[in-house]
């Protein structure tokens, strides 16, 4: 079936280290998205591609980065620079950026500090 | 400045029970998208409803129904006769046609369905 797969669902992140999110997809959709979400807040776009090998910063881009150097595959990477990046993480894609196509969404990666 | 007002931060209501749910946005665009999502407690957002702004026709699926009035800025959503599985959060999102790449969500409105 095709789909939206954001691996692992559970990760921790010790002080000072980075870690990888990662964000598959199989609709062969051209824009990919990376949103966080703390309680109570909605999410808030950290990243975007429209295309491969291209991205843009969304509000909340200090402390991550992404790639797109394949149209299926958008991973984050928090970096040790997010002092708080406990949150759920989510992934979404949509057939392109114009239109006002849906976004389909992941399962979602909680991040947690050890 | 485009924006998404959910006011009911949490809602409780007995099963068979109808709700709605309110949702309020500000654009300066002509065109734009309003989108609906609800999010289950395992976590995934799934895509609901899409409307653009040219059609204001109130729109029914099964239990769920959407009424857009562009007069009053607002996208509400109703769930009819509600069961145990509504109970998620959800999510009301803008789309302005200029602004292709961002949608912005309200923070979500969490609804209990009480057994």
């Known amino acids: 079936d095709g789909g939206i797969t954001q691996s692992p669902k559970y990760l921790f992140r010790k002080e000072g280290q980075n870690v990888t999110l990662s964000c598959e997809q199989n609709?062969?959709?051209?824009?990919m998205y990376w949103y966080r979400q703390d309680p109570g807040q909605g999410l808030r776009l950290i990243y975007y591609?429209?295309?491969?090998?291209?991205?843009q910063k969304g509000d909340i881009a200090e402390g991550y980065s992404v790639s797109r150097e394949k149209k299926e595959s958008f991973p984050l990477t928090v970096t040790s620079a997010q002092k708080n990046p406990t949150a759920f993480y989510l992934c979404?894609?949509?057939?392109?950026?114009?239109?006002?196509?849906?976004?389909?969404f992941g399962d979602g990666t909680r991040l947690s500090i050890l | 400045a485009q924006k998404v007002t959910q006011a009911q931060t949490e809602i409780s209501v007995v099963e068979k029970e109808d709700v709605t749910l309110d949702c309020v946005y500000e654009?300066?665009?002509?065109?734009?998208?309003l989108f609906w999502y609800k999010q289950p407690p395992s976590g995934e957002l799934v895509f609901l409803i899409r409307?653009?702004?040219?059609?204001?026709q109130n729109e029914i699926s099964g239990r769920y129904s959407w009424n857009f009035q562009k007069s009053t800025s607002s996208f509400n959503f109703t769930i009819t006769a509600s069961q145990v599985v509504d109970s998620a959060v959800y999510f009301c999102?803008?789309?302005?046609?200029?602004?292709?790449?961002?949608?912005?969500f309200g923070k979500g409105t969490r609804l209990h369905i009480l057994p």
């Open positions: 999102a803008l789309l302005e046609a200029n602004r292709d790449d961002k949608i912005i």
């Open positions: 409307r653009n702004s040219f059609d204001e």
């Open positions: 979404a894609s949509s057939r392109d950026n114009r239109g006002g196509q849906p976004q389909h």
């Open positions: 609709l062969n959709h051209d824009a």
């Open positions: 654009t300066r665009d002509t065109t734009y998208y």
């Open positions: 591609s429209q295309i491969v090998n291209d991205f």
